[in-house]
């Protein structure tokens, strides 16, 4: 599968932006899709993720109550509803897919259970 994100930007602390990653290649429905980022000289870290149905969700604690992840099976599409943006919020942001079978439950928040990367897409939050 192949992965598109776009959606980012400049913004002001506290404005809100949505994130898009469009999947192509392969049955959209069959992939747990994960947002992940990565600011100026940290690791990548996990932001959400969201099983293939689309039934269940999942954040990083610091994400919770701000931002939201969701997906269009019918458009091929994953999204990430970013609200109330911090300056710590800036960084690199990159969707990812995975279909294989995972045998730990909290395989989403982990870049190495996911096969598929997207480019990324730049959101830089001012203060």
């Known amino acids: 599968v192949q992965l598109q994100a776009s959606g980012g930007g400049l913004v002001q602390t506290g404005y809100s932006l949505s994130l898009s990653c469009a999947a192509s290649g392969d049955t959209f429905s069959s992939y747990g899709m994960g947002w992940f980022r990565q600011g100026p000289g940290r690791e990548c870290t996990f932001v959400a993720a969201?099983?293939?149905?689309?039934?269940?969700?999942y954040y990083a604690n610091s994400m919770k109550g701000r931002f939201t992840i969701s997906r269009d099976n019918a458009k091929n599409t994953v999204y990430l509803q970013m609200n109330s943006l911090k300056p710590e919020d800036t960084a690199v942001y990159y969707c990812?897919?995975?279909?294989?079978?995972?045998?730990?439950?909290?395989?989403?928040?982990?870049?190495?259970?996911?096969?598929?990367w997207g480019q990324g897409t730049q959101v830089t939050v001012s203060s």
């Open positions: 990812a897919a995975d279909r294989s079978v995972k045998t730990y439950s909290t395989w989403y928040s982990q870049p190495r259970e996911y096969a598929y």
């Open positions: 969201i099983r293939g149905s689309g039934d269940r969700a």
